[in-house]
């Protein structure tokens, strides 16, 4: 159970860095550059003490399509954040498990429970009170602002079916060499955009990047420690709907970021989807 708490923390962890950084006003390309960075160096170190030098082709070229994701899904993220905050950020990441589940019925044939169903019906509910709502700093819902949050929607959705896709491998073994190609393709599109686009790192930016970086390498660590010990039907929901609570109490508390009634009701629904999708 502790590690099921650990990867709850540092899940919702990476959520509440991303905005913290934004509230500081730091350098975003430079904070996620550093981030990818930090996370391949960590999987590439653990790579070199266990001698992982050849992996099969499947590992390098999943591995490297998840990066292109967590590439896109670390742009999408931004804007949500500042106009929505990040306790409706979490619930829509949250949601995006829908993606895979819908996958896992299309691709790989699993059968989809009623309860899942149920889920499923939620979370279609839950999305547009997301969206709709005001937000913790106001504003009314554009068009492009929708368009973005489905993009996250999507992308993030994107990351996680491809997790799943590599576990239907049945190359478990090579995990910390799929993080790495993941990490380190993720890591080259935001070092082409930082070139590109901004060029600017202070040490505050490269510390946050760190920071962030840590929070994806220990809620993936933890996630496997915990399906070490939990089975997954209690591990992914517990998880899901844990972020979404931690997130949105924290941005309460320490950035008074309040969801509207549409978000608070928008976030329960989501939490119940999550629980219901994952079962």
């Not at 306790?87 to 949601?95: K, P």
């Not at 929070?215 to 399906?227: D, F, G, I, K, Y």
């Not at 939990?230 to 992914?236: A, E, H, R, S």
């Amino acid at each position: 159970m502790l590690a099921l708490v650990v990867s709850v923390v540092f899940m919702a962890g990476f959520g509440l860095v991303v905005r913290a950084s934004q509230r500081r006003g730091l350098h975003m390309l430079g904070v996620g550059l550093c981030n990818y960075l930090a996370a391949a160096l960590f999987y590439g170190l653990w790579i070199l003490r266990d001698g992982l030098w050849t992996c099969d082709w499947r590992t390098a070229a999943i591995g490297a399509i998840g990066g292109a994701f967590y590439g896109g899904g670390f742009f999408l993220i931004l804007a949500p954040m500042r106009w929505r905050g990040v306790g409706i950020v979490s619930a829509i990441l949250g949601l995006s498990v829908l993606l895979p589940v819908l996958f896992s019925f299309i691709l790989w044939r699993e059968v989809l429970a009623p309860v899942q169903v149920a889920g499923v019906a939620l979370a279609l509910c839950a999305l547009p009170l997301l969206g709709f709502d005001e937000g913790a700093r106001g504003g009314k819902l554009t068009p492009g602002m929708a368009a973005v949050m489905l993009g996250l929607f999507l992308v993030n959705g994107g990351c996680m079916t491809v997790q799943k896709w590599f576990h239907t491998t049945g190359l478990d073994g090579e995990r910390p060499v799929f993080f790495w190609y993941l990490f380190t393709v993720a890591a080259a599109i935001l070092l082409v955009a930082w070139l590109t686009r901004s060029r600017e790192l202070e040490r505050t930016d490269l510390g946050y990047g760190v920071l962030l970086g840590a929070c994806n390498v220990l809620a993936n660590l933890a996630l496997l420690a915990a399906l070490d010990r939990l089975p997954g039907v209690v591990v992914f929901p517990v998880m899901q709907a844990g972020v979404m609570i931690f997130s949105v109490l924290f941005g309460q508390v320490a950035w008074r970021e309040r969801p509207g009634r549409l978000g608070l009701a928008g976030i329960g629904l989501a939490a119940g989807a999550v629980a219901l999708i994952n079962l």
